[in-house]
């Protein structure tokens, strides 16, 4: 129906997937694109997809890598919301009909992709029968020489290696094993140019995340009021591998930098907040690996690159919009807030475009 609103009237298109934590609201999204991707070749084989479709689906599987995670609900949680337009380079109704065509052609040319409300937190910790960003798990099960590739300090190591990985159960997502999943993870990766050089620098952002998670803190016993990093080598490496003096990465984790009436002085802090700048910077790295991902999944999927012979084109959209699901967990954080909120008030305005019967339905739900 959005293909024919599309093609057929000329106006562009959304569909909103909603529902609670776990309902399959990122598989209905797959199933959508793969089925927007196919229905324009109806009658050809939809096994073999061009290029830039192919681009276009090959961006789930990265986005799931690094912002999907397992939930004690859902095994393939998406962390994150996301809004996806599918471009079409869609022929002009009037055009159509003057060559005797039903229904006029539209072709997928492209995608573009909006994310938001990444659950930070879950980089630094997680439930115990949940689990981190799949990332993790399928570059600590990579093969050994690739490990050592992307960075020594990786070499023998497991989940069990990194405090904010740590140990489950869980070795297989949707089938694969995780060490499977990286390989698809990378296949995809190349797809959009990260590779090579790319590739190596992507990971190591990574390991920088997993390696500050292993640093501890104590009290200076000189002084209670200043922090030192009790773990040395975790220090060593994790210099070595941001390319960053030793003591400035010291520096930058036990003290913070205070402005005032145009002076700068430095104030140390106590293990607790030494702590929590550590997490947090964690956190803010692996915030922004994860907006140039996908800046670069925009940049070799959208369908202004796909055309840059055509500048001129006039491209219609279909909109997915996969939100969050409703969540409930044992400790309820800023995300679950946004998240549930956010849900709330787009089912009620949603509400109001569905039949009186569905309506009451939608209303039920919100009260519960």
Not at 129 to 134: A, C, L, P, Q
Not at 162 to 170: H, M, N, R, S
Request: hydrophobic content about 40%; overall charge negative.
């Amino acid at each position: 129906m959005a293909y024919r609103g599309l093609a057929a009237d000329g106006e562009d298109q959304s569909i909103l997937v909603s529902g609670e934590s776990g309902a399959g609201k990122t598989e209905t999204v797959k199933i959508l694109m793969n089925h927007l991707a196919s229905v324009q070749s109806i009658g050809e084989s939809s096994e073999v997809f061009s290029p830039i479709v192919k681009k276009v689906l090959d961006s789930n599987p990265l986005l799931e890598a690094f912002g999907n995670a397992k939930t004690a609900r859902n095994d393939n949680s998406s962390r994150f919301g996301k809004f996806i337009q599918l471009q079409f380079d869609a022929e002009d109704p009037a055009t159509a009909a003057f060559a005797g065509k039903t229904i006029p052609s539209a072709i997928l040319a492209g995608s573009k992709c909006e994310v938001y409300l990444l659950e930070k937190s879950r980089v630094t910790g997680h439930e115990e029968e949940e689990r981190t960003y799949h990332i993790f798990y399928q570059l600590l099960a990579a093969p050994e020489e690739k490990k050592k590739e992307i960075w020594t300090g990786l070499e023998n190591t497991d989940n069990e290696s990194f405090v904010y990985v740590g140990y489950t159960d869980t070795k297989r997502i949707e089938g694969e094993l995780d060490a499977q999943k990286y390989q698809n993870t990378v296949d995809a990766l190349a797809t959009i140019g990260v590779k090579d050089d790319i590739l190596i620098s992507l990971m190591r952002s990574i390991c920088i995340v997993l390696q500050l998670g292993n640093l501890t803190f104590e009290s200076d016993p000189d002084n209670e009021e200043n922090t030192i990093i009790s773990s040395p080598q975790e220090l060593t490496d994790l210099a070595e591998l941001m390319g960053i003096e030793e003591e400035d990465v010291k520096k930058a984790l036990t003290e913070r930098t205070v402005t005032a009436r145009n002076e700068v002085y430095k104030v140390p802090l106590n293990v607790v907040k030494a702590r929590d700048s550590s997490d947090a910077l964690a956190k803010e790295i692996y915030s922004n690996t994860f907006d140039w991902l996908v800046m670069t999944i925009n940049n070799a999927t959208s369908a202004e690159q796909n055309y840059v012979d055509n500048p001129n084109a006039n491209f219609s959209t279909i909109g997915l919009l996969d939100i969050f699901g409703f969540e409930s967990f044992v400790v309820n954080r800023f995300e679950q807030l946004c998240i549930n909120y956010a849900n709330e008030k787009l089912v009620s305005v949603y509400a109001n475009f569905l039949p009186d019967g569905m309506c009451y339905e939608y209303t039920h739900l919100l009260r519960l």
